[in-house]
């Protein structure tokens, strides 16, 4: 391809590049420079190795702590030695091995529910569940700050989209009335904990809501699987919803310190998803290693409460600390806690003046949050001490007073 050519047909990328840079929304992925060493990996994740620098991890998902777990890597190990490394076709085909049908059983045991389903990972749960159970004319109520797989889905899907405003009931139940054509077939979505935000779903309400006016409802665990529930079900469940809710989605990607994710319903609603879901259908099965490093840490979750109660005394008493220091917060229960900033190149900058202070904390821009809303998303992990904490918030008090200088 002769230069010139290549110029015209690639500019407008370029250009479209260069103003997300002016608007200070450029994205660009840093290399971690260095694995965890063996004797590290308990705490892997903790530590990142960016730029030459050790930082303080307070971005990531991996809540409990499970993804440098030695049983889990175990599990995956034992399982490649059976199985090999891939599924090798869909599980419709020839991809569904024995360990795909003992996850599935032990997750809807689990959830208390009649079955379960693995996708290859949560994004791709949600886009197969919305787009097999909705169609053209059908209407979707969907929170506006729910996660950007539900709302592709809701694309794919072709139904009408209705976006209530984030957990404003009044607004929900405005446009259900609004459009409550029995012919339609309707399903109210929404995350439990919402992934840049931090806080809840109504989940009661939603449920009346869904009784009310004959919906379907399905709520997103991602960010409260494993976390929330006497045994890590989730939100639902620590509210004893769990048989109302007529899809129970979450991932293993974030707690469960994995990769994959499930899907727990009624039997009838699982097998139509078999027959309907085109993610699963005509996409090869996850690697049988993955799925058995899935459930063991489905096995650890269950049963290693203490990870739960020390994420969520850690996590009170952060979003304390950033109260008294007057940053501006979400209240919430979770893990994750936003610092609000406001400004896109405000946000980048503070998340640089973190790194340098030995912090990583990413800065949340637009499209992910809403237009003015940039902030910095702290998330913690089980494995994350109060005296580690502690040091990290000395630091990002004296970043906020030096932000509040540059902003003058
Ligand atoms: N739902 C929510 C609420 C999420 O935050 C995410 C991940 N960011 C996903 C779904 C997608 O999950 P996965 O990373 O497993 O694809």
New binding site residues.
């Given amino acids: 391809m002769s230069e010139d050519s290549r110029i015209s047909r690639y500019d407008w990328m370029e250009a479209e590049l260069s103003e997300r840079e002016s608007r200070a929304l450029y994205r660009e992925m840093k290399n971690l420079e260095r694995p965890p060493k063996a004797g590290e990996l308990g705490s892997a994740g903790k530590w990142l190795y960016k730029g030459g620098k050790r930082l303080y991890n307070l971005s990531s998902?991996n809540y409990l702590g499970l993804s440098g777990d030695p049983r889990i890597a175990q599990a995956a190990s034992r399982a490649q030695e059976q199985w090999g490394a891939g599924a090798t076709a869909s599980r419709l085909v020839c991809g569904n091995h024995g360990c795909y049908r003992e996850l599935e059983e032990d997750l809807a045991a689990w959830k208390g529910r009649e079955a379960a389903l693995v996708f290859a990972?949560?994004?791709?749960?949600?886009l197969g569940v919305i787009s097999a159970l909705m169609r053209r004319g059908d209407a979707v109520f969907s929170d506006r700050l729910?996660?950007a797989?539900?709302v592709d889905g809701i694309i794919l899907s072709r139904a009408d989209h209705f976006r209530y405003r984030h957990n404003d009931l009044e607004h929900l139940e405005f446009l259900l009335k609004k459009h409550d054509s029995p012919a339609q077939r309707k399903l109210i979505v929404t995350?439990a904990v919402?992934?840049m935000d931090g806080d809840a779903a109504p989940l009661h309400q939603l449920v009346e809501l869904r009784n009310r006016y004959g919906a379907l409802l399905m709520v997103?665990e991602?960010?409260s699987g494993g976390i929330r529930g006497p045994h890590g079900e989730g939100l639902c469940h620590e509210y004893g919803l769990h048989e109302q809710v007529d899809v129970i989605?979450g991932?293993?990607?974030?707690a469960f310190g994995v990769?994959?994710?499930y899907v727990c319903a009624d039997r009838v609603l699982i097998e139509y998803l078999v027959n309907a879901s085109r993610p699963l259908i005509y996409s090869t099965g996850l690697p049988p290693m993955v799925v058995a490093a899935a459930h063991e840490a489905l096995r650890i979750v269950r049963s290693e409460r203490e990870r739960r109660e020390k994420l969520r005394e850690l996590s009170a008493w952060f979003r304390q600390q950033m109260h008294a220091w007057g940053l501006p917060s979400i209240p919430g229960e979770s893990p994750i806690i936003p610092w609000l900033i406001g400004d896109n190149a405000r946000a980048l900058q503070t998340s640089s003046m973190l790194a340098e202070r030995g912090i990583s904390a990413v800065a949340i821009r637009p499209p992910t949050v809403p237009d003015g809303e940039a902030r910095i998303r702290f998330s913690l992990m089980a494995t994350h001490t109060r005296a580690e904490l502690a040091r990290a918030l000395e630091s990002i008090r004296a970043v906020a007073g030096e932000v509040q200088e540059v902003g003058r």
């Fill in positions: 998902n990972n949560g994004y791709m749960a949600n729910n996660h797989s539900i995350d919402f992934s997103d991602a960010h989605m991932t293993f990607s974030k990769y994959g994710a």
